[in-house]
């Protein structure tokens, strides 16, 4: 099957699914007395191949997240995917920057002042100022990335001197145990660090997004104030993948 020759049912469900999720999203920012277009959705396609993707993309998604580099990379040079942003969500290791950032428009996952340096050399190799958003672990689980709170203020202070990172917000993953209420926690904490470290942070920094919230727990991210929500799973509802 040619990527262009999607069958009619493949666009429809994810139309379908698309629409709903972007009516639960209107719906939960309405709840928090928020103005829906403060949610960007980032559809996440790492579950899929290129067909359904690009079916993802003809629904209007435009946003896509990938978490491994190689498969940004693969999805990135195909024509059908060619007016997708980019974002990558997961883990980067430091030989993957250089190609990955010609692709990508925000990096939600940088964690580490080694990975901003290299970061900020390609960038300023390519003459561009990278968007990436610093990963903070909120839930305290050990498997999970992310800088802890004072790792956060530390690479804070130091952050001015890369001049070709623009650092834009911060991410998180809610714990993946104790429900809606301990999503909240989580979520809540990423708010209030963001509230707390964005006084004190150089004037260049502006930490306005926050990256946060995921299929099973999106509409409490946005109660807790995410700018940018993840969803992947309730997008390819009703697909075989
Ligand atoms: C896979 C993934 C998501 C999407 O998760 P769903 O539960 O499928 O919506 C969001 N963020 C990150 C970092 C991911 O790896």
Not at 47 to 62: K, P, T
Not at 182 to 192: G, I, M, S
Request: charged letters at 30%; proline letters at 2%; a neutral charge.
């Amino acid at each position: 099957m040619l990527p262009d020759e999607r069958p009619v049912y493949l666009d429809q469900q994810i139309s379908d699914n698309v629409a709903r999720v972007q009516q639960r999203i209107a719906g939960a920012a309405e709840a928090a007395a928020r103005r829906v277009e403060d949610v960007q959705l980032v559809g996440v396609s790492k579950y899929v191949g290129v067909v359904e993707s690009a079916a993802l993309l003809a629904a209007g998604c435009v946003d896509l997240g990938e978490s491994r580099p190689q498969q940004l990379w693969d999805k990135a040079g195909e024509s059908s995917l060619a007016t997708a942003q980019w974002h990558l969500i997961g883990h980067l290791q430091r030989n993957k920057v250089r190609r990955t950032l010609p692709l990508v428009q925000l990096i939600h996952s940088v964690d580490s002042e080694r990975l901003l340096k290299t970061i900020d050399e390609n960038a300023r190799q390519i003459d561009r100022k990278a968007r990436v958003l610093l990963e903070v672990n909120c839930s305290g689980e050990k498997e999970k990335h992310g800088l802890s709170a004072d790792k956060l203020k530390r690479l804070l202070e130091v952050a001015p001197g890369y001049d070709h990172v623009s650092i834009c917000g911060l991410m998180t993953m809610a714990a993946r145990q104790g429900g809606e209420r301990t999503a909240a926690e989580n979520f809540r904490k990423l708010r209030l660090l963001r509230d707390e470290v964005g006084k004190d942070c150089s004037s260049e920094i502006s930490l306005e997004e926050l990256s946060m919230g995921m299929s099973r727990d999106f509409e409490v991210a946005i109660r807790e104030g995410a700018t940018i929500v993840r969803i992947g799973s309730l997008l390819f509802d009703g697909i075989e993948k």
